[in-house]
């Protein structure tokens, strides 16, 4: 039985129920945030956590929830779903209110909704182990907001089946300046004689957990060179290796973009030793 929480109470997913009139859903008005956990220790959660804080201050919602609070509810619905590999999955919305209208309503309590689904278990530094992708590419058509990890993802999802109906597991995304962005829910990451490279943030990307962990991890090891900077797409073509990294991924290796093998076409060097970092300190965030 898969235990939710919603609104104060816990109970079976099937009787967590919200009005059609919550604004999270006529208008994807709100924020989420997706946290692992593997045999009941979460990965990143402060991290995720403060991410969660920036997106609801920037969209003018607030629950009064402490971070302890938070944390209580990941811990208990871990609990009640029995351990194992599961990523809780937080959504807040600006709550219900009687009338459909775009302004924000006024005295109108948040929903907060939780749930826990099963994931599959964190990757391991091991080539012959790892997960590889084929991706797209595509001109990204988004909103500019995409540094909030709003709940409205139909950009993300349209550019995610597009991948999908191509026979790929991702696209890959770039401005009109032919520039990387990130992918449609991941960010994205190229290799380059041993640099590891990814755009800075900014409003075109949302400030990914694992890409923050990844990136810390790597520079206080010191080993690879980590450079934050725009990337085009040209650099893209030409890189030695590209990573996808998301909380449900960690470091992904791509191995083909658009039907065109990344590098030689295997999975690389480099995502072997930076895995291997990862997996020795993904519970230390």
């Known amino acids: 039985m898969n235990i939710a929480y919603l609104n104060g109470q816990y109970l079976p997913i099937e009787q967590a129920k919200i009005s059609p009139l919550d604004r999270g859903f006529l208008f994807g008005d709100g924020v989420y945030e997706v946290v692992p956990s593997y045999e009941g220790k979460l990965v990143g959660f402060l991290p995720h956590l403060q991410r969660m804080n920036k997106g609801l201050e920037a969209i003018g919602i607030s629950t009064g929830w402490s971070e302890n609070q938070w944390l209580d509810l990941c811990l208990k619905l871990i609990q009640q779903n029995g351990a194992g590999n599961l990523g809780i999955y937080l959504q807040i919305s600006r709550g219900t209110y009687d009338t459909r209208a775009h302004r924000f309503p006024d005295k109108v309590n948040p929903t907060i909704f939780a749930f826990c689904f099963e994931i599959p278990p ?164």
């Open 122 to 285: 964190a990757p391991v530094a091991d080539k012959s182990l790892a997960k590889t992708y084929t991706v797209s590419t595509a001109r990204d058509i988004r909103w500019d907001r995409r540094d909030i990890k709003s709940t409205s993802l139909l950009g993300n999802v349209l550019h995610y089946q597009q991948g999908v109906e191509q026979g790929n597991q991702e696209t890959l995304l770039f401005n009109d300046r032919n520039e990387l962005t990130e992918a449609s829910s991941c960010n994205a990451f190229i290799v380059k004689n041993g640099s590891v490279i990814t755009p800075p943030l900014d409003h075109q990307k949302l400030p990914g957990i694992t890409r923050q962990i990844l990136i810390d991890i790597l520079r206080n090891d010191g080993n690879i060179s980590v450079e934050e900077r725009t990337v085009t797409m040209d650099e893209v073509a030409e890189a030695d290796e590209v990573w996808i990294t998301s909380s449900s991924r960690e470091i992904a290796p791509v191995i083909a973009i658009d039907s065109v093998p990344v590098g030689d076409g295997q999975v690389g060097d480099v995502w072997l030793a930076a895995q291997t970092l990862f997996s020795a300190n993904r519970f230390n965030y």
